[in-house]
Structure formats: structure tokens, C-alpha cells
């Protein structure tokens, strides 16, 4: 069921069923890594800016860099 926010919370009614059948702990999927935390993503935004001499770019060309990067998602 869609939330206000738009997201269907799937995984939430998969971890409730886990729990229902009997898993202690729900397990987490295999392929998804945690989201690097906000701080993360900023310091090495930062840094790509920084590195620039502080200079034209775009904070959130930056940011979106520095998440695909510490995610993995080239």
C-alpha cells in the first residue's frame, strides 16, 4: 500500500511475515548493501569540491557523485 511519502513499504509486510513463520530476525536481502550515512556522502562531496579549489561545479553533481561512488553504483 502506497505511504504519503510514495514508497509501497514491501519490506516491512516481508519482514513481518518472516517473523510470523517462525525467523527469529529478519534476514536482509543478500544483494543490498547499507546506504552510506548523510556525513559520508557531504565529506566526499566536499572533497570533489575542494579538489576543484573550490571552484564552478555543482554541490549536487557532487553529491550524487559521492553517493554512486561509496554505493558501489558507478
Not at 8 to 19: F, G, M, P, S, V
Not at 43 to 49: G, Q, R
Amino acid at each position: 500500500m502506497p505511504h504519503s511519502c510514495g514508497h509501497t513499504h514491501a519490506h516491512r509486510i516481508r519482514r513481518d511475515l518472516e517473523l510470523m513463520n517462525g525467523s527469529e530476525e529478519p534476514q536482509p536481502a543478500p544483494d543490498r548493501q547499507p546506504a552510506p550515512a548523510h556525513r559520508e556522502i557531504a565529506e566526499l562531496a566536499y572533497s570533489y569540491w575542494e579538489a576543484r579549489g573550490g571552484l564552478g561545479g555543482s554541490a549536487l553533481e557532487d553529491w550524487f557523485r559521492a553517493e554512486r561512488e561509496l554505493t558501489g553504483k558507478h
